[in-house]
């Protein structure tokens, strides 16, 4: 009597348009489906049971034309894929389970001129708008309901998204740089970052002037 194995619960991969042939938008990627296999195994010891995957389920059954480990989606955004589990011993007690590979769009941040402004009182300080002055230029033509936009004090925290600006933003050195961040809202670990340099200039005061009084 050999050991049946036993499948864990699998979650859809979620990954990102890695853009490889340029276009973030092809809903391809390369996904590590090695990573999978300690989820699907759980407990189970792996010098017992063999893990593969395949396009369909007859060749899960088979256990046919393994897919490799490092694999490249062929259909754009949505790849079912299906993962077959068999005892070493005895081939013939196997279990498969089909997942979907998600693949996310990944953003593009486009580029933003420098903001410099003068002050209206010369105290160094001005308020800006990012959301209405800088989003629809950082989105493009990309749709603002999938993607959020927010800004940031440095490029690790546009990375981590973390330390987020207020709107509008009062600056609190006459230059600053500011650090774009825009993510896909389904997947936030898409995203991409671009920065701009705002800069308060002192308005110049004019003193009183007399009227100058001359003989001729």
Not at 90 to 108: H, L, S
Not at 121 to 135: L, M, Y
Request: hydrophobic share 35%; with cysteine.
């Amino acid at each position: 009597v050999f050991d049946t194995p036993v499948i864990a619960a699998i979650n859809n991969l979620q990954n990102c348009d890695d853009g490889a042939d340029g276009d973030l938008t092809n809903g391809q990627t390369e996904t590590d489906l090695s990573a999978l296999t300690a989820v699907v195994l759980g407990s189970q010891d792996t010098t017992l049971f063999n893990v593969s995957y395949h396009l369909d389920t007859t060749d899960a059954d088979a256990g046919a034309n393994a897919l490799p480990l490092t694999y490249y989606n062929t259909t754009a955004f949505n790849q079912t894929l299906f993962v077959r589990i068999e005892n070493t011993t005895n081939t013939n007690c196997y279990i498969t389970e089909e997942f979907n590979i998600i693949v996310n769009t990944t953003p593009t941040a486009n580029s933003v001129e420098d903001i410099s402004i003068c002050d209206d009182n010369n105290d160094g300080i001005n308020s800006f708008d990012f959301i209405a002055d800088v989003t629809p230029t950082v989105l493009g033509t990309q749709d603002p309901l999938g993607f959020s936009v927010t800004y940031h004090p440095t490029q690790a925290d546009a990375d981590d998204n973390t330390n987020t600006y207020p709107n509008p933003y009062s600056n609190t050195l006459t230059q600053e740089s500011v650090f774009v961040r825009i993510e896909n809202v389904e997947n936030t670990t898409c995203y991409d970052t671009t920065s701009f340099v705002i800069e308060v200039f002192d308005t110049p005061v004019i003193a009183a002037i007399n009227n100058l009084q001359n003989c001729d």
